[in-house]
């Protein structure tokens, strides 16, 4: 199976699907196999949208099962726990699996275990005598829960459904987790998903663009240029290729040529991957990211002072020890700190993000760890590096500007809390869009999940996105 995560929130997860006498799995770390005589291929999309009066931080849950009706053709190797709020606007491979041609009526998908990490801005207490323990969640505060899921499966009858997968065909099979829909009053969650069907790549032979895929490199094969990339987000190895199209960045910082034989297993490497018609996995950019051993990327939750802020992590490169997706970190900014961007070929001009002054909430930031993890509420980890990396959220928009930029309101409560009611988002040629042809097809009112790299500027924050999906 295959997936390619947006969402988060948008969870994008591509199943690579082939016929022949019965369901077969390919390992995923392994070359997609020639789509056999008698069979279609398709691929499969899972989004989210946050929920309102709570602002959702982190939300992971286990997917235990995903299969096709009727027939229950399990089109799922094994579980994987994702974290869904970072998916916004972006997508997460899952596998490459493949399943008999033939009519279909619905799917069923199996989850369990979740996890939801929160900030309560409703405006007074949470919870208490049972809904999240005795202590409840205070207002302001950030706090995390397991909710009850009022449902293990999701059942999904409608349209797409029916399909008719033909033999020796491609399709993408999109499914939207309804984060919004799926939180009750009482923060459980009876799960909520809606699906379409793509049947044409989106462009040449790419069905998807996987952004920001942050991981640890296991294996480089120089003979057919590929490497293997391992990741802590419940997400299985992918083996990717890389070709005269590829981009390398940031080898030459450690001596080494900016190419494919600038890679060595053990490094932390930014990959930008394309899911191509036959369930290959081909690199568009391939950026070194340090030679520290470990990165936490989090999302700023709280800017203390000038050498202090709290995050809640959002991935780990490779596993922290104590410290897992979700979790509330504590980071101390030691003197001499460097502060730089991930995307420099973004048009980022003008932009500054090199100082603690530079730092704010909602900020997704990467860190170097340079000590051992301090226990304490929260834990506390020292830094001498922060990255800016891409921020997702959702909102809606309230006004153009002009045609390359448009602010958006209604934001996540986080926002609210420290002042910030609008923020400008800033277009280019290399923003990329779905559901909507550009900036000027969007209208007040409608609802845009945004990602891009978001700067403390005059005036109003700036996200310089380089997506922009209409919901």
């Known amino acids: 199976m295959k997936a390619n995560g947006a969402v988060m929130l948008f969870i994008l997860v591509a199943i690579m699907t082939a016929c022949g006498g019965g369901s077969s799995i390919t390992n995923p770390t392994n070359p997609p196999l020639p789509m056999p005589q008698g069979s279609a291929l398709g691929s499969l999309t899972l989004h989210d949208m946050p ?63 979740p996890v939801m990490t929160f900030l309560n801005n409703t405006g007074g207490m949470m919870g208490g005598g049972g809904m999240m323990g005795e202590a409840g969640c205070a207002k302001d505060q950030i706090c995390q829960i397991n909710p009850t899921m009022m449902a293990l499966s999701i059942s999904i009858t409608g349209p797409p459904f029916p399909i008719n997968l033909q033999a020796n065909t491609s399709f993408n099979l999109q499914m939207d987790f309804d984060l919004m829909d799926s939180m009750q009053s009482n923060m459980s969650v009876n799960p909520m998903m809606s699906s379409m069907m793509q049947e044409s790549p989106l462009g040449s032979d790419v069905f998807d663009d996987m952004d920001d895929m942050i991981g640890q490199v296991s294996a480089v094969n120089s003979g057919s240029n590929q490497l293997t990339m391992s990741f802590v987000q419940g997400m299985p190895s992918m083996t990717i290729t890389a070709d005269a199209n590829t981009s390398f960045e940031g080898f030459d910082g450690i001596g080494k040529p900016n190419s494919f ?123 001498n590096h922060v990255r800016l990396m891409k921020t997702w959220m959702t909102a809606k928009v309230a006004s153009k500007i002009d045609p390359n930029t448009f602010s958006v309101n209604s934001l ?28 000027s097809a969007l209208n007040a009112g409608d609802t845009v999940s945004v990602r891009g790299p978001m700067f403390l500027t005059t005036g109003m924050p700036t996200l310089i996105a380089s997506k922009i999906q209409k919901r």
């Open 261 to 383: 034989a600038g890679l060595a297993q053990g490094q932390i490497v930014l990959a930008r991957v394309q899911l191509l018609a036959g369930g290959s996995l081909h690199a568009k950019k391939i950026r070194f990211e340090t030679s520290n051993p470990q990165v936490l990327d989090g999302m700023i939750v709280a800017v203390n002072n000038s050498t202090q802020f709290d995050m809640v992590i959002t991935n780990e490169a490779p596993a922290f020890a104590s410290m897992n997706v979700g979790s509330l970190l504590r980071v101390n900014v030691q003197a001499g700190s460097v502060f730089d961007m991930d995307d420099v070929d973004m048009p980022v001009s003008g932009m500054r993000f090199t100082s603690p002054s530079d730092l704010m909430v909602c900020q997704v930031v990467q860190i170097e760890p340079t000590s051992e993890l301090v226990n304490g509420t929260p834990p506390e980890l020292n830094t």
């Open 51 to 113: 929920p309102v009066g709570v602002t959702v931080l982190s939300f992971h849950a286990t997917i235990t099962g995903m299969s096709l009706q009727p027939g229950g053709v399990s089109i799922l190797d094994s579980p994987m726990t994702l974290e869904m709020t970072q998916l916004q606007g972006t997508s997460a491979y899952m596998g490459t699996v493949s399943v008999p041609a033939g009519a279909y009526n619905g799917m069923t998908i199996t989850l369990s275990n």
């Open 412 to 439: 996540p409560g986080m926002f609210g809390n420290v002042g910030i009611a609008t923020i400008k988002i800033s277009g280019s040629a290399q923003t990329s869009f779905e559901n909507v042809s550009g900036i």
